[in-house]
């Protein structure tokens, strides 16, 4: 049987797509195409689409980062840290009609692989948009620290910073 969904790395021609679904996904506060295109560039194996037939119907963009420190949204990186303690999921967003059917969940476990591959303890992302019932689901935890505060300023509100641990620190 021919699976419905199948996620792949993403390429720069992908980026139009991305772009797209940013803009349904993330309306109010959408980043700009030079700060998505530098994640791709920075960490392509981080990176993934969903294609389902001739479409991408949602992405994944990720990183090696420093626990703790979120970087604010729609601003460069610039470079990624040479002491980077954790795998970062900048972003996971899937077009509406393809949510529900697992992708989500799949991916997860695609990155949480190579994160662990990669000798990662900890996963760390910033849930937004009412997301966070589905990162429980995936073993991720809100954490609180007092830094967070200024670092999460940029994701609106409600916004928390979580972790997935990956070996018991
Ligand atoms: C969050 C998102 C990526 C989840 O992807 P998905 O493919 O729909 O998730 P799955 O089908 O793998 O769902 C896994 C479980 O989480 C639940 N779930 C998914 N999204 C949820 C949400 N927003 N609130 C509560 N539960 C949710 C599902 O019901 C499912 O539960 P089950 O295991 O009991 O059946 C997707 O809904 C999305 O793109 N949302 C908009 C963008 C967004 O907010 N991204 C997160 C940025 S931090």
């Known amino acids: 049987m021919q699976a419905k969904f199948q996620w792949r790395q993403a390429t720069p021609d992908d980026l139009g797509a991305i772009l797209a679904i940013q803009n349904i ?3 109010d506060f959408p980043e700009d195409e030079a700060v998505l295109a530098e994640r791709l560039r920075l960490c392509p194996k981080g990176c993934f689409v969903l294609v389902k037939g001739d479409e991408i119907d949602g992405y994944l963009l990720s990183h090696p980062w420093t626990r703790l420190r979120p970087p604010p949204l729609n601003r460069p990186l610039g470079a990624l840290p040479p002491e980077a303690d954790c795998w970062y999921l900048h972003d ?3 077009l509406p009609k393809t949510r529900g059917s697992g992708a989500g969940t799949a991916i997860v476990s695609q990155l949480t692989a190579l994160a662990t591959e990669e ?5 760390g992302l910033v849930s937004v948009g009412g997301s966070r019932p589905f990162w429980r689901k995936q073993h991720f935890t809100v954490v609180t ?3 967070l505060a200024e670092k999460l300023e940029s994701y609106g509100a409600g916004a928390a910073y979580m972790e997935r641990k990956l070996i018991d620190t």
Request: glycine share 8%; aromatic share 8%; charged share 5%.
């Open 119 to 123: 000798g990662f303890p900890a996963i």
């Open 25 to 27: 996904a993330h309306a």
């Open 92 to 94: 996971l967003a899937l």
């Open 145 to 147: 620290d007092p830094m």
